[in-house]
């Protein structure tokens, strides 16, 4: 399995979609998946640390599993079919090791809230991951290459979260 830091999560310039994207630890290739705006906030939050007054669903599962005594391990894209990406929630129990069945976001959600390490099988990655186009120091700065660039990764990615 290949470990991957979340990187950001936003919606693709000149798209209303909303993209999640994670880069592989010890190398460059990004895998880039459109996912849903309550998850997307859920995210978000918990990157930048903000805790809302009363708990959002991905704390309270949070919450529930500390009180049963149980940790999040680690979570897992798994697959990538027919454009959708598929994760899973490996969970250390009291009763010994459990792997859930779960949309790749919320698995990201619930990593970030637990301090779980987030992983990709490595078919995954070569299937779907993209390397970032190198910048250059000439020219204005990207516009039409910059453009070209997030067409390039939308037809990449061109994957759901389920």
Known sequence: ?????VVNVGMLAGSSNIVLVLKEQD???LLIMEIGPLEANAIAMALEEIRPPRPLTHDLFNSALGQLDTRIDSVTIVDF?????FGQLNLDTPAGPVSLDARPSDCVALA??????VYVQPEVLDRAGV???EETDAGDGGGDEDEEEEDNDDDDDGGTVH
């Not at 079919?81 to 990406?85: A, G, I, M, Q, V």
């Not at 970030?112 to 390490?117: E, S």
């Open 81 to 85: 079919k027919d454009s959708t990406f």
């Open 112 to 117: 970030l809230r637990g301090g779980a390490p």
């Open 1 to 5: 399995m290949i470990e991957m830091d």
């Open 27 to 29: 190398g460059e290739r």
């Open 131 to 133: 390397v970032p186009a």
